[in-house]
């Protein structure tokens, strides 16, 4: 694929408009607050488009295409049953305890709660696994602009975390928020017409339909395992994920997806930063909206993609160099068929914008965790305010450091989405336990939580060590320790990985705190859901008001499960 | 924070809005092939424009508290 001038003005005009960004809003960042929280101040909408756009980096877009093509439609499950309920219960339950117990992060609401070592053992996993996850979204970008447009792997990286570094470290949190919102926007305008010339060309819903009833056939399914989400999850040897119906929905639809949505600091801190409780809860439904549609965006063309390979002078999947599909290639191959010049570089320009974004969530969360959970708790606190700004800028240079080196640690694994998921099981899985406990138990103590964490972590280890998928080698992929269970794909033994960590988490948790001292009641209001005084307080836009929007939301999303049924 | 978001979306975005109209009204319609025969440029590019321009137009008119 070449580009013109074009093409490179319209890149160009982005990366202008993401610092110049940046430059307006170094001049009002002027205390802490402002650098980590956006001096709580964004509107409602936009912390919700920026909730739902900080996820999309790498995993999103190039995976979720790669999935479309792999596993057809019912890489759904990951919004309709996965996401969706849990940005709901989110706003709906957990922004007012977030949001009116003052924390300033995730941990630090742990601290409220719980104590010191628990906040100390989340603020430091979480910490590494952002710098991991920016670390995966940064090699796969440098991978992808190698491959499509041949620019140096190392060019790419350093130049792309230079541009994101200028603008956190200028404008913190804000600044990442605004560009989150610009790139959410850009791949709806970018991708779009991906979609529609792909569905165009290959005959519409119906063309594609047919197409991928004989990608089914050759690969040993039903003819509609590739356009439908529920049919065939009877059984996991039945349809291409290989994950039945009650891993689908305990593993994915209410552990992982809650440990992640509801609990992960890069998400939480968008609507975090909102100005009133009220905004705080309406972000993440906010962003349910457009999560229900996503689908179509980045779903989609992979699976036209993998549709036109088996048509007559179609499409030539690209391959990997041991021959197999690479299906990471699937979004890309998309614009690079149907977009020409001009256009291309939108195309571009939005897969870039959400790298860039995947990985400025990721420093802006680093950072605040960073210097409010570790570097303000245990290394030096009763600081000034001008300190803890300074210390925030210096993390993000640092933040962004560690992330080009875990982009080279990243070279070494190939399928991004099953190493997130991989991550995210081990030390998000037992956590949503640990915030259920916390949130609506007034019972649960720090020592319960602590126990109930450290013990789910190695449970998920020990489970991951244990057993292993179908035709894998053990190794990163699982059974290192010794092979007890044979599962029939990765997804389905990541999914119970999380199921027995949260689990184990849930059962420590209640034992031990049922058998250590709970904090006196008057110490809790505002951190446990029963012992918190709901606040009606007026809500502008009677359309926004969450317990009109959240059954709304949900009501879509079974409609949409049911149409695709 | 004080500045409005809807400006610079609007101003983005209608800057890309013309580079691409303008594009798509001086190119050579042949590489329009791929698109399958639609000038996807100019099309797309005055979408584009009515985005950009209806944000600019959503912060003239109603600014932010």
Redesign the interface.
């Known amino acids: 694929m070449r580009l013109t001038i074009v093409d490179g003005l319209i890149i160009g005009l982005y990366v202008l408009a993401v610092i110049a960004i940046g430059v307006v809003l170094r001049r009002r960042t002027k205390t802490s607050e402002d650098f980590f929280l956006s001096g709580r101040s964004i509107p409602a909408w936009v912390a919700g488009l920026a909730f739902m756009s900080a996820n999309m980096g790498a995993q999103e877009v190039v995976g979720m295409a790669a999935s479309g093509a792999k596993y057809g439609l019912a890489t759904s499950h990951f919004y309709w049953v996965g996401a969706i309920p849990a940005m709901v219960f989110l706003g709906l339950f957990m922004m007012p305890l977030y949001y009116g117990s003052q924390a300033r992060s995730v941990p630090e609401y742990l601290k409220l709660r719980f104590d010191e070592k628990t906040r100390a053992l989340n603020a430091a996993t979480f910490a590494f696994m952002t710098i991991i996850s920016s670390g995966i979204s940064m090699y796969a970008m440098g991978l992808l602009l190698n491959l499509l447009l041949g620019w140096p792997f190392e060019l790419s990286i350093w130049l792309w975390a230079g541009v994101v570094l200028v603008y956190v470290f200028m404008g913190g949190l804000t600044s990442s928020i605004y560009n989150e919102v610009l790139q959410f926007f850009l791949i709806v305008f970018g991708f779009a017409p991906v979609v529609i010339l792909g569905l165009v060309d290959i005959g519409g819903w119906a063309g594609l339909v047919a197409n991928l009833a004989e990608v089914s056939q050759q690969r040993g399914y039903a003819a509609d395992a590739f356009t439908t989400v529920w049919r065939h999850s009877g059984s996991a040897a039945s349809n291409p994920l290989g994950v039945g119906w009650f891993s689908i929905t305990m593993g994915l639809g209410f552990v992982l997806s809650f440990g992640y949505w509801c609990t992960d600091f890069l998400l939480v801190q968008r609507a975090m930063a909102a100005h009133s409780l009220s905004a705080a809860r309406q972000a993440p439904i906010i962003a349910a909206i457009p999560k229900l549609l996503f689908p179509a965006l980045v779903i989609l063309p992979g699976m036209i993609a993998i549709g036109l390979t088996h048509r007559t002078g179609g499409l030539s999947f690209p391959l990997k160099p041991d021959g197999s599909l690479n299906y990471d290639l699937a979004m890309p191959m998309m614009l690079a068929r149907y977009l020409p010049t001009g256009l291309l570089g939108l195309g571009i320009t939005a897969l870039m914008a959400s790298f860039m974004s995947g990985m400025a969530g990721n420093v802006t969360a680093f950072n605040a965790v960073w210097t409010y959970d570790l570097y303000q708790a245990h290394i030096k606190p009763n600081a000034t305010d001008g300190h803890y700004l300074q210390v925030g800028r210096i993390a993000t240079v640092v933040g962004v450091l560690l992330s080009i080196a875990a982009a080279y640690i990243a070279a070494k694994f190939n399928n991004i989405m099953d190493l997130l998921q991989l991550v995210f099981a081990f030390v998000n899985a037992p956590l949503f336990a640990t915030f259920l406990l916390g949130m609506f138990w007034k019972r649960a103590t720090g020592h319960g939580a602590f126990a109930g964490l450290l013990s789910g972590t190695i449970a998920a280890a020990l489970h991951h060590g244990l057993t292993i998928a179908q035709h894998a080698v053990p190794g990163v992929k699982g059974g290192w320790l010794l092979i007890i269970h044979t599962y029939p794909s990765e997804m389905a033994q990541d999914f119970s990985t999380a199921i027995v960590a949260w689990t184990t988490c849930f059962v420590m948790t209640v034992l031990v705190s049922l058998a250590t001292t709970p904090r006196p009641k008057e110490q809790l209001r505002g951190l446990v859901y029963s012992l918190t005084k709901r606040e009606h307080e007026g809500v502008a836009t009677w359309y926004l008001n969450p317990t009109l929007l959240a059954p709304l939301v949900l009501g879509c999303a079974l409609v949409l499960n049911l149409l695709f049924w | 924070?004080?500045?409005d978001?809807r400006i610079?979306?609007g101003?983005?975005?209608t800057?890309?809005a013309l580079?691409?109209i303008v594009?798509?009204l001086v190119?050579d319609p042949a590489?329009?092939a791929?698109?399958?025969g639609?000038n996807?440029?100019l099309g797309?590019?005055c979408?584009?424009l009515v985005?950009g321009v209806a944000m600019l137009a959503a912060s003239w008119r109603k600014p932010?508290k």
Request: glycine share 10%; aromatic share 20%.
């Open positions: 924070m004080g500045l978001l610079p979306i101003v983005l975005f800057a890309l580079v691409l594009y798509g190119s590489i329009y791929r698109s399958l639609f996807v440029n797309w590019g979408i584009l985005f932010e």
